[in-house]
């Protein structure tokens, strides 16, 4: 004899209409003829087996209903302006899979979320383009500020060193002046 763990004779007897009643497709036919002997040896009657049967199903066709107008008011749910924020500034993150706002497409998908979907779609992508904006935003800014320090620092003991004396750096300036005068006027349209 096939045995089982737990042992079919430590199950409750609900548990043994259930496996008793099933089909192949769930359990082995050994375990449904073990059941099936737990609850005769127990002389559970079939009366009371058929009741239980009758209860499950009907459990079973309320929850199905249920279901269904679940299914239904999801077709027309929408996002609070919390869960779109929250989604907009998450995006990157729940894109990499770190963080999980809500369900995922997919599963907006299989609970019929139908307006949900492309809500999400747009702000995960609406999303990701912030966060690279924002990003080179920042990288731009950095760069901006350093550049600004580099002008500020005075140079003048270095070109003392340099080029020697005062005169050779008074000419390297108007030269760099001349320099840049000539490439300003080079940019400069023509007047036609």
Request: hydrophobic fraction near 40%; include cysteine; proline fraction near 3%.
């Amino acid at each position: 004899m096939e045995q089982f763990h737990p042992p079919m004779s430590s199950r409750e007897t609900d548990v043994l209409i259930e496996i008793a009643n099933s089909s192949t497709e769930f359990w082995v036919q050994a375990a449904i003829d073990q059941a099936r002997a737990e609850l005769t040896k127990g002389g559970i009657p079939e009366e009371y087996e058929r009741q239980c049967l009758q209860e499950w199903k009907e459990q079973w066709q309320q929850e199905q209903i249920e279901w269904q107008k679940q299914l239904e008011a999801n077709e027309t749910a929408d996002y609070t302006v919390l869960q779109r924020i929250n989604i907009l500034l998450s995006a990157p993150f729940i894109i990499a899979g770190r963080r999980n706002v809500h369900l995922s497409v997919l599963e907006l998908k299989e609970e019929n979320y139908k307006k949900m979907v492309p809500q999400r779609i747009a702000l995960l992508l609406a999303g990701s383009v912030l966060w690279v904006v924002i990003f080179f935003a920042i990288n731009e800014f950095i760069e901006f500020q350093t550049r600004k320090k580099i002008e500020k620092v005075d140079i003048t003991e270095w070109e003392k060193r340099y080029y020697g004396s005062d005169s050779l750096i008074d000419e390297s300036r108007s030269k760099e002046a001349e320099v840049k005068n000539d490439s300003s006027k080079k940019m400069v349209p023509a007047d036609r």
